[in-house]
Structure formats: structure tokens, C-alpha cells
């Protein structure tokens, strides 16, 4: 904005803000952010890579790969049950871990513990 002023030409400018830059950091460090609240807000920037060569199945594999085509499809339903299951052996009795599956601080935890005896 320009204006005159007791004869002088006096020039306003206004503040230009820097620009934005897109930095990557790591999924730890994302999760620590999350964690300590220091998150405000997560931009998720899908990089494409155009690949101009293909590159040639050798004719080796290619022919094991069309013998076997029944094998080598996707699959579209769950496989089929077979005579062994498959299982992790417990000892008899026993019961699930019981952990919590949030972290609480020592006076957050004191809090909880003693509104629940309150309510027992």
C-alpha cells in the first residue's frame, strides 16, 4: 500500500509467512509425538514412483510359475481346514496375562484404584 504523507511517498508491506515445508520423520518418532500430546496435526503424503522398465520373469521361473498357476493365484477365501491344527499349549488351568493396555501416570493410576474401592 503506498500513500503520501507531508509530501513523502511512505510504502506499506505487508509480512509474508515462510513456507511450509513437508518434513518425513520416522513411525517412532511419529508415536512419540502421539504420545506426549505434541501432535497437531499429521499430513500423510503418498509418494509415487513411475517405473519405466519392466523387468522380464526369467523363462525358467515363468515355466514353473503357468505348471503350477493353481498355486501361484491369489487367494479369495481362507485355506482349508487340515487334520492338524495348529495351537500353543497352555498349562492346564491357567489363566490369560492381565496387563493393563494403557500406560497410566503413578497419581492418574491412585486415582482410579481408589474410585473403584469407593464403588466396590
Not at 506426549?36 to 514353473?64: C, M, R, S, T
Not at 485355506?79 to 497419581?107: C, E, F, M, Q, T
Request: glycine share 4%; charged share 20%; net charge positive.
Amino acid at each position: 500500500m503506498t500513500f503520501t504523507e507531508d509530501g513523502r511517498s511512505i510504502t506499506l508491506k505487508g509480512l509474508h509467512a515462510p513456507a511450509r515445508e513437508v518434513n518425513t520423520i520416522s513411525a517412532t518418532k511419529a508415536h512419540k509425538f502421539a504420545k506426549g500430546n505434541k501432535v497437531w496435526a499429521f499430513v500423510l503424503v503418498e509418494q509415487h514412483q513411475h517405473i519405466d522398465k519392466y523387468v522380464a520373469v526369467p523363462e525358467q521361473i515363468l515355466h514353473i510359475i503357468l505348471q503350477y498357476k493353481d498355486i501361484f493365484q491369489t487367494p479369495i477365501v481362507l485355506p482349508p481346514h487340515r487334520i492338524h491344527d495348529h495351537a500353543i499349549p497352555l498349562y492346564p488351568g491357567s489363566v490369560p496375562v492381565n496387563s493393563k493396555p494403557y500406560h497410566y501416570s503413578p497419581r492418574h493410576k491412585t486415582e482410579i484404584e481408589q474410585q473403584v474401592q469407593e464403588l466396590l
